[in-house]
T-cell receptor
Framework: NAGVTQTPKFRVLKTGQSMTLLCAQD?????MYWYRQDPGMGLRLIHY???????AKGEVPDGYNVSRLKKQNFLLGLESAAPSQTSVYFC???????????????FGSGTRLTVV | QQQVKQSPQSLIVQKGGISIINCAYE??????FPWYQQFPGKGPALLIA?????SEKKEGRFTISFNKSAKQFSLHIMDSQPGDSATYFC????????????FGTGTRLQVTL
């Protein structure tokens, strides 16, 4: 099925470890995003990309890095994990152009990360 | 700084009742207001959206009411069903910002029998 695929679905890290979350979309969308979801705080934008080879910071970028080497993939990296990064991470993609409904996001099913 | 404020945090409605979730925004440059529905263990999914040039949009049992002067918008779910039990997020976006969405904090809706 077409959509956004996130791997892994679950992960437990020790403080200081590093990891990469992978997001892949097969809808030929231009824009991709990484959000984190925490109880009572909604979804907050970490980083985003408006096209292959481009990335930009969102609302809460500290402690994260991203790369978009291919249009269909958007990687989120944690160089040195901290307990404050325990969260559910969602990737989303958007066509990027045109009036709504083209603005509509397609979300992945999330990665639940626990940092101990 | 929370640009989109959502209330209530949780809501319990009986089957057949009307569920109402409210959002208020601060930035008058916002020009697109979607609502997302999220079931446990899933990612959010676009439910319905509105632009500020209309005051109401209806899709089936779901209606967005928009009050531009008050900078408020709300989601009404008519004839609420147990299958509507989910977390609902309002959001806002503005042109020229890479379609970035600013989300509210979410409302957990429970529809009881």
């Amino acid at each position: 099925n077409a959509g956004v695929t996130q791997t892994p679905k679950f992960r437990v890290l020790k403080t200081g470890q590093s990891m990469t979350l992978l997001c892949a979309q097969d809808m030929n969308h231009e824009y991709m995003y990484w959000y984190r979801q925490d109880p009572g705080m909604g979804l907050r934008l970490i980083h985003y990309s408006v096209g292959e080879g481009t990335t930009a910071k969102g609302e809460v970028p500290d402690g994260y890095n991203v790369s978009r080497l291919k249009k269909q993939n958007f990687l989120l990296g944690l160089e040195s994990a901290a307990p404050s990064q325990t969260s559910v991470y969602f990737c989303a993609s958007s066509p990027g152009t045109g009036r709504p409904p083209h603005y509509g996001y397609t979300f992945g099913s999330g990665t639940r990360l626990t940092v101990v | 700084q929370q640009q989109v404020k959502q209330s209530p945090q949780s809501l319990i409605v009986q089957k057949g009742g009307i569920s109402i979730i409210n959002c208020a925004y601060e930035n008058t440059a916002f020009d697109y207001f979607p609502w997302y529905q999220q079931f446990p263990g899933k990612g959010p999914a676009l439910l319905i959206a509105i632009r500020p040039d209309v005051s109401e949009k209806k899709e089936g049992r779901f209606t967005i009411s928009f009050n531009k002067s008050a900078k408020q918008f709300s989601l009404h779910i008519m004839d609420s069903q147990p299958g509507d039990s989910a977390t609902y997020f309002c959001a806002a976006s503005m042109a020229g910002t890479a379609s970035k969405l600013t989300f509210g904090t979410g409302t957990r809706l429970q529809v009881t029998l």
